[in-house]
């Protein structure tokens, strides 16, 4: 359960990375001082910073650069690979297509999912079947986002492997039947400036907030953001809003919901939310790390005795929740849009 908490900890996981698949990998003095840290963080803030996480920072600081390309191009060349429901919601959505709380959200994106092939998971899996749409421009695109994404979902199953073993349990229990062939969700997200330097709001801008308090779905997110911009904000106990400043190297993390769910709410998917007040775009590439489409997903014995003895959630199947978010969650245009928000 999140804390009244005022900052969000930096936890350095060089000790995790190194040594997440070492047999021994518990019983190292390194490791175990990590894991404190990972639990400590879920407990009290559901959002942690990661450092010496192994992913060059040319190709995170690449990552952002790329996409700031894309959304300066042309409205007609962004409208090229649409988001629709027929594309399984893979694809552009403009500012304004994404609700959260029945108000629009100020900010574009790319969403991007797992490829679901047709009638890879049943009925389950049908509304989400569909190829990611990736644009031909900028040149490069597809590749190094497919590049970013091999790495990201790499360093998520380190970081999970950390919190199992924080939570008491043997390193590989996000894995088998519920993260052994984890989905994924990438956000390529632009945040357009809503004031001016003077302080003037922009004309036709109905709302200052680019994407409202929501919580994550899956098990865990890495947000890789403008180092320059803060913008990020995580709520505390107190119902403050914390802000996540932007550590250059860095990844901020957070809890989902099914991770929530598996911990028993030992872990908080805490409350968070993006208000762009700076008077320069913001791009934030957002990576979600997601149990596996089809996996049943319930409190875990342990997590269930270290909180009472009680299951206090109901078990929910990851890609029926996602189908339900994405379905309902957003506008859906003529021609169809929805996306997720962080």
Known sequence: MATDFRSIPLIDITSLVEKWNHPNMAQHEGVAEVVRQLDRACREAGFFYVKGHGIPCSLI?????????FFHLPYEEKLKIKLYPQTGYRGYQRVGENITKGVPDMHEAIDCYREITPGMYGHLGEAMEGHNRWPSEPPNFKKLMELYLDHCTDLSRKIMRGIALALGGPVDAFEGNTAGDPFWVLRVIGYPVVSHENGEEMQNSKNSVGCEAHTDYGLLTLVNQDDDITALQVRNSNGEWISAVPIPGTFVCNIGDMLKILTNGLYESTLHRVINNSPKYRVCVAYFYEPNYD??????????????????????????????????????????SSGLVV
């Open 295 to 336: 996996a049943a997903i319930e409190p875990l014995d342990i997590c269930v005795e270290k909180t009472g003895g009680t299951k206090k959630f109901q078990g929910a199947v990851y890609g029926k929740h996602l189908v339900s978010k994405v379905l309902t969650n957003f506008i859906i245009p003529r021609g169809g």
């Open 61 to 69: 600081e690449e990552i952002r650069s790329i996409s700031r390309q």
